[in-house]
T-cell receptor, first 114, second 114 residues
Framework: DAMVIQNPRYQVTQFGKPVTLSCSQTLNHNVMYWYQQKSSQAPKLLFHYYDKDFNNEADTPDNFQSRRPNTSFCFLDIRSPGLGDAAMYLC?????????????FGQGTRLTVV | AQTVTQSQPEMSVQEAETVTLSCTYDTSESDYYLFWYKQPPSRQMILVIRQEAYKQQNATENRFSVNFQKAAKSFSLKISDSQLGDAAMYFCAYRGYNTDKLIFGTGTRLQVFP
């Protein structure tokens, strides 16, 4: 089945140690999103891509970076994780087709910072 | 900037009864898409229902229907014949017609009692 896959599901990292979260999709969607979701809160958009065009949210900390080497893969890099970065990170994909604009989500990666 | 507001942090309903979740949004755009997403505990976000702003007819998907009031910028979700499996966080989301950016409301936690 076509889907959005996030790896790993759970990630434990040390304070200040760089960590990379990955997302892949088989939907061939042009748009990919990264969201941060803290407990019982709304998903907060960090950045999104249309193909390789990168769109950073104004309030996304510089500590968060992203790469999209091709249509299928997208990575979230946290350069120096702090305790406040512990959260669920959600990857999603979408298109610009008028009748098909909903986002499809992966299962998320839960990041713990120790 | 667009904002999405869900004023009900928690709602509860008895099995087989009907419940309505509220959502309001603020935008200066005339064309956009609205969504309701469901996020069960520890499971991925899935689309419940979608509404295109240019359509006057309210969207319906089986037991789920919306009341879309464009002038009032209101987009409520009605769940009929509630089932135990409907228990989840429900998020209202907005996407502009000419943008890829998808923004979420703060969510409503729905509990369903037998």
């Amino acid at each position: 089945d076509a889907m959005v896959i996030q790896n790993p599901r759970y990630q434990v990292t040390q304070f200040g140690k760089p960590v990379t979260l990955s997302c892949s999709q088989t939907l061939n969607h042009n748009v990919m999103y990264w969201y941060q979701q803290k407990s019982s809160q709304a998903p907060k958009l960090l950045f999104h891509y249309y193909d390789k065009d990168f769109n950073n949210e104004a309030d996304t900390p510089d500590n968060f970076q992203s790469r999209r080497p091709n249509t299928s893969f997208c990575f979230l890099d946290i350069r120096s994780p702090g305790l406040g970065d512990a959260a669920m990170y959600l990857c999603a994909t979408s298109t610009r087709q008028v009748l098909n604009t909903e986002a499809f989500f992966g299962q998320g990666t839960r990041l713990t910072v120790v | 900037a667009q904002t999405v507001t869900q004023s009900q942090p928690e709602m509860s309903v008895q099995e087989a009864e009907t419940v309505t979740l509220s959502c309001t949004y603020d935008t200066s755009e005339s064309d956009y898409y609205l969504f309701w997403y469901k996020q069960p505990p520890s499971r991925q976000m899935i689309l419940v229902i979608r509404q295109e702003a240019y359509k006057q007819q309210n969207a319906t998907e089986n037991r789920f229907s919306v009341n879309f009031q464009k002038a009032a910028k209101s987009f409520s979700l009605k769940i009929s014949d509630s089932q135990l499996g409907d228990a989840a966080m429900y998020f209202c989301a907005y996407r502009g017609y000419n943008t890829d950016k998808l923004i979420f409301g703060t969510g409503t936690r729905l509990q369903v009692f037998p």
